[in-house]
């Protein structure tokens, strides 16, 4: 869908598209893909610039020849080669003069962050000077390598955006590089936001500022045309698809699922031709003028591929899943949950209808699942999936553009109850009886498999987040979110 383009012209190109998409053999292979699987307008690679620093100060050694030093740790990074498949190292070479500094920091300007590596003392004017750059910069020493480290934490004190990696262990490296790739893909992300009412500017402009995302807003016919121009042949054989591979179907019925087998199918083909990469909708149970389908089962299906589906016309967890997604090139997807919390044992437990199937990431083992009606409305087509018990797991909401909230835990349990939404596990916390007293900001938090604190803390210190981990650190809302929270349900009926 371009720019300018009219409904009608836009219905013929999603019925031609949806017809190519059943010639070329369904609608999984539509969208061509790039690198790892995903699809080819979200695959790019983040840019890092590289820099060994210093060498001949007398320490750690004089008898040691920095050339023999680089050859080792290039050496080491060879090693971590498929963890950097999606990334693109900017090489600066090896600066020990002042005079080098302007050319290597012009190849440096346009990079997503910058690794710098000592290899002696007495370098932090060089460290400055890069620093000068404004650039996420992570820091990596590893031991025998300089005193310089000491300096760091008042740098950070300063707001200069650069992380201390003193470690003898180079895996440390492959896990910092995460920052910087959620950095380059934020700036390139684009969500599509389907609601009632006038777009909201002021949260899409913060947003932009912050991280360079996008948001756009679309009125709802483009959906509800996409969706009527979807392929019924390939619907319905993608539909006896997901039906065969159902642990059990429970309450759909073969149109529920062919039905949201076809809202798939109109939200794939609207981010593909918007080359956006997550899609979300405000009051998306039933939605007038779509034959009583649901998105629930679709928005799974794109959770589950590299992409984003979220429920509500949800932006905070919106951005909040994409910030997560992009820290990993597995690109794990999370979902928005309804937590509830239970202080009895310590516990909270995470439910909803969106939850993907591949937890660990679009290459990861398929949990097995049941094709269910979504809860409320007791319509439709999503999934109940089973996760792995014992994984650990980190809820996340990000408030306005500027703090997120965020917590670890660990599947202890899959709940079987006929109560709230399908999908459903319980995670232990560290502390549910403060995370209740200081719960702010709505009810939905992202949630998604293993634990990301550290990243979380790190990509806030290069973006200027504050970070608060709820149950931990005190919550200290505004009067205006304080107002929002305690009128949340206020106009709902009982």
């Known amino acids: 869908m371009k720019e300018g383009m009219t409904r009608r012209e836009f219905l013929g190109a999603t019925a031609a598209g949806a017809l190519g998409m059943a010639a ?13 699987g995903l699809p080819k307008w979200t695959a790019s690679k983040t840019r890092v610039g590289k820099v060994y620093i210093g060498g001949r100060s007398g320490w750690p050694s004089p008898t040691i020849d920095p050339k023999d030093d680089i050859k080792w740790i290039e050496g080491e ?13 900017v090489d600066g070479g090896h600066v020990m003069r002042a005079e080098q500094m302007p050319a290597i920091k012009d190849k440096f300007r346009d990079v997503d962050g910058i690794l710098l590596i000592p290899l002696g003392m007495f370098i932090m004017g060089y460290v400055k000077d890069f620093l000068s750059l404004d650039i996420p910069t992570v820091f990596f020493t590893l031991p025998y390598m300089g005193h310089d480290w000491t300096t760091f934490s008042a740098l950070q004190k300063q707001g200069k955006k650069v992380e201390l990696l003193a ?21 390139r992300a684009r969500i599509l936001d389907f609601r009632n009412g006038g777009p ?7 947003i932009k500022n912050r991280f360079g995302t996008e948001i756009k807003f679309l009125p709802r016919e483009w959906l509800i045309e996409a969706y009527k121009a979807a392929d019924e042949k390939v619907a319905a054989a993608d539909a006896e698809r997901w039906i065969k591979e159902a642990e059990q179907v429970v309450e759909p019925t073969k149109d529920d699922v062919l039905k949201a087998c076809r809202t798939y199918l109109a939200m794939k083909k609207i981010l593909e031709e918007e080359k956006a990469h997550l899609i979300t909708i405000q009051y998306c149970m039933g939605i007038p003028g779509l034959d009583a389908a649901y998105p629930c089962l679709g928005f799974s299906r794109l959770n589950g591929e590299g992409l984003g589906g979220i429920c509500e016309g949800d932006l905070s967890s919106s951005m909040a899943y994409l910030v997560f997604q992009y820290l990993t090139p597995e690109r794990k997807p999370g979902f928005v949950t309804d937590p509830i919390i239970d202080t009895s044992n310590n516990t909270v437990i995470h439910a909803h209808c969106t939850s993907a199937l591949k937890l660990d990431g679009i290459n990861g083992k398929q949990c097995s699942y049941l094709l269910r009606c979504q809860r409320e409305g007791q319509r439709g087509a999503c999934l109940q999936v089973k996760p792995r018990a014992g994984a650990q797991v980190t809820m996340a909401q990000l408030v306005e553009n500027h703090t997120m909230l965020a917590s670890p835990g ?8 006929d109560r709230a939404c399908r999908t459903k596990f319980t995670t232990k916390v560290k502390d549910a009886q403060k995370m209740a007293d200081n719960w702010h900001y709505g009810l939905h938090r992202i949630v998604l498999c293993d634990n990301y604190m550290d990243d979380i803390r790190r990509l806030g210190r290069f973006l200027g987040l504050k970070v608060l981990e709820e149950g931990v650190d005190e919550i200290h809302p505004t009067d205006e979110w304080i107002e929002r929270d305690t009128n949340i349900y206020a106009s709902y009926p009982i």
């Open 24 to 36: 070329s053999g369904g609608l999984v292979r539509a969208a061509k893909a790039g690198e790892r």
């Open 77 to 89: 990074l060879a090693k971590l080669n498929p963890h950097f498949a999606d990334i693109e190292f």
């Open 167 to 187: 470690t003898s262990d180079f895996n440390d490296l492959a896990l910092s590089m995460r920052s910087f790739r959620a950095i380059h893909h934020l700036k």
């Open 200 to 206: 909201l500017t002021e949260y899409a402009e913060g």
């Open 410 to 417: 660990e599947i202890v349990e899959i709940p079987d109850v």
